[in-house]
Structures are given as C-alpha cells and as structure tokens.
C-alpha cells in the first residue's frame, strides 16, 4: 500500500514557476516507478511525466519546460515546472505505479489527493 500527498499547487502568472512535491509512504516507495497527471475542468486526465530508476519521460506539452525528480532518502518526488502557461492549468496528481508503462498510459496502482495549478495569463 502507498499513500501520496501532493503539495505545492497555487495562483501564479504566465512564464512563472512552480514546483510540485508528493510524497509517499510505505517501505516499498523505491520499488514504484512515480508519475505526474493533471486533468483540467471538462478535459480527460492526462499523462504529464513519470519517472522509473533514472530515465524520465514526458508529454510532448511539457517536454523542456518540466523537469520530474525524485529523492529515495525522502519518499518524495517532484516536479519542477518552467515557463508556465494558461494551459497548464489543472489538478495535478501524483501516482504510483509497478510499471511505468501503465503510467506513462494515464494508469496508476495509487494516486494522491491532487493540487491545484492556476496559470493566469
């Protein structure tokens, strides 16, 4: 069993920056490859980023301004997002999952609460 917490969504403005975190528990946290989704009002969940051992993966609409990390030590992973825009606007979820695959598909065996991102323009 793992249980995610995000934390770090807010209010800012276009080309501003925000890191997202979340963290996990349970023993096991290494053993997940971790994921980012957003889903705007109206709009399916998407795939934003995951992330398994060191290779990471991103959504073409991220890809160069976003930047997924995580810290073993901590039971967190982040994610560091650059040049933000309107369209950035969603919750953002974190999630967990054995196979990448799955997450990089929009699938996690365990997701958080979500945060939200507002990207005023």
């Known amino acids: 069993q793992v249980q995610l917490v995000e934390s770090g969504g807010g209010l800012v403005q276009a080309g501003a920056s925000l890191r997202l975190s979340c963290a996990a528990s349970?023993?096991?946290?290494?053993?997940?490859?971790m994921g980012w989704f957003r889903q705007a009002p109206g709009n399916e969940r998407e795939f934003v980023a995951a992330?398994?051992?060191?290779?990471?993966y991103y959504a073409d609409s991220v890809k160069g301004r976003f930047t997924m990390s995580r810290d073993n030590a901590k039971n967190t992973v982040y994610l560091q997002m650059n040049s933000l825009k309107p369209e950035d606007t969603a919750v953002y979820y974190c999630?967990?999952?054995?196979?990448?695959?799955?997450?990089?598909?929009?699938?996690?065996?365990?997701r958080g609460q979500g945060t939200q991102v507002t990207v005023s323009s």
């Open positions: 349970g023993r096991t946290f290494s053993s997940y490859a």
């Open positions: 999630g967990a999952a054995l196979l990448v695959a799955r997450l990089r598909l929009g699938v996690a065996d365990y």
């Open positions: 992330i398994s051992g060191s290779v990471s």
